[in-house]
């Protein structure tokens, strides 16, 4: 079987989002208000929200914030991955990687691709675990969120997905 396991106990992490926009206010953020708004409903814990400027240091300073927090089990961001020269996401987050998910860019782009078509192209969607955090970024776009969250992130972050999942791993990621 694969898929939620209704039987099974959901288990909540805490999430921070970060929304990656030189013109955007928390008032203006429609796709951070779309994820964070997710986030619970999906029954997890908000445990921080912000928007950063497209610029490379402030977007890994606060990642590294994040991620040196023991109370963060996942950042998730949106904006700034795509080839314009201030998206600069991917190059901000990526070094701060102990280990990348490559198969969530496979998967993403498998997804956006039947929501976008070949325009999936021009995403640099990335996920990666650093000192025990997970940590995606997704395209700024309110659809790209829809996608990431809906079909991909969500399910991971589900305690009850079969045959496996990212929470059940969280226990075991320093294992030396």
């Not at 909540?12 to 986030?39: F, K, Q, Y």
């Not at 070949?118 to 997704?138: E, W």
């Not at 969250?149 to 969500?154: F, R």
Request: glycine fraction near 8%; charge should be negative; include cysteine.
């Amino acid at each position: 079987m694969h898929g939620i396991n209704q039987e099974l106990t959901f288990t909540p992490v805490n999430i921070a989002v970060m929304t990656v926009s030189d013109t955007r206010t928390l008032d203006t953020d429609t796709s951070g208000h779309l994820l964070a708004e997710r986030v619970t409903e999906a029954g997890h814990h908000l445990a921080a929200r912000c928007i950063v400027t497209d610029d490379k240091e402030k977007i890994a300073a606060q990642v590294q914030t994040w991620i040196d927090d023991k109370e963060i089990d996942v950042v998730i961001s949106t904006g700034g991955t795509g080839l314009t020269g201030r998206d600069t996401t991917p190059e901000a987050i990526t070094p701060l990687f102990e280990k990348t998910i490559e198969g969530f860019s496979v998967i993403f782009h498998q997804v956006s691709f039947q929501s976008v078509g070949l325009s999936t192209l021009q995403s640099r969607a990335v996920a990666g675990l650093a000192k025990n955090t997970f940590i995606f970024a997704l395209p700024g776009s309110n659809g790209a969120v829809k996608d990431g969250w809906d079909k991909v992130i969500s399910l991971q972050l589900d305690s009850r997905h079969k045959p496996c999942n990212l929470v059940e791993l969280m226990p075991r990621l320093d294992e030396k």
